[in-house]
């Protein structure tokens, strides 16, 4: 299987607020150095919506019609990635480590995540954001696309006809992660 879409790549960033000091869980729920890069491979589909909300607001009775409606511009604009892919069994592990140590009772040998269940295991447990200060970053490879953000929706999904593969579908939103302190 291949294909001649890049690679994509998605990094979980150090939250930017809370007790998450480096090493291993904390008792009072700190889970770590949580930096490490996931890389997308054998891509199915990337999309990128740009979503820019204006109202029109129609005149009665305008002469012009349509050419004299009004556009109200009062939001801002939302850029939204969905990438689709197969997880498949892989010969090096798809994701890299910059600091975090990956439980080797979880996955392979030195904490590999190469086989198509061990890649749905870790998107669902480590991908996870689990709080509003979790940072990502999505990364299409030799585009210059790149925007931080927080992943929105994970979709996971095995079937009958290929039970050694998932079909893995991500939603991506961009923005500027803001949180308040009390």
């Known amino acids: 299987m291949g294909n001649n ?67 109200v511009k009062a939001e801002g604009n939302t850029m939204r990635f969905t990438v689709s892919w197969i997880l498949h069994d892989q010969t090096t592990s798809v994701v890299t480590s910059q600091g975090h140590t990956l439980s080797t009772d979880k996955y392979g040998l030195g904490g590999s995540v190469g086989t198509a269940d061990e890649q749905a295991r870790f998107l669902t447990e480590e991908m996870q954001p689990k709080g509003v200060e979790y940072r990502y970053e999505l990364i299409i490879a030799d585009t210059a696309i790149s925007r931080a953000g927080l992943i929105e929706k994970i979709t996971l999904q095995k079937s009958g006809s290929t039970p050694i593969t998932w079909k893995a579908t991500l939603q991506f939103v961009a923005g500027e992660v803001a949180t308040i302190q009390n």
């Open 5 to 71: 879409i890049v690679d994509i790549q998605i990094k979980c960033l150090n939250p930017t607020s809370g007790d998450f000091a480096p090493g291993p869980s904390t008792t009072d729920g700190g889970v770590g150095d949580l930096r490490f890069t996931y890389s997308i491979r054998n891509i199915e589909s990337v999309s990128i919506d740009l979503t820019t909300p204006v109202s029109p607001m129609a005149l009665p009775q305008a002469l012009l019609g349509d050419a004299e409606n009004v556009l």
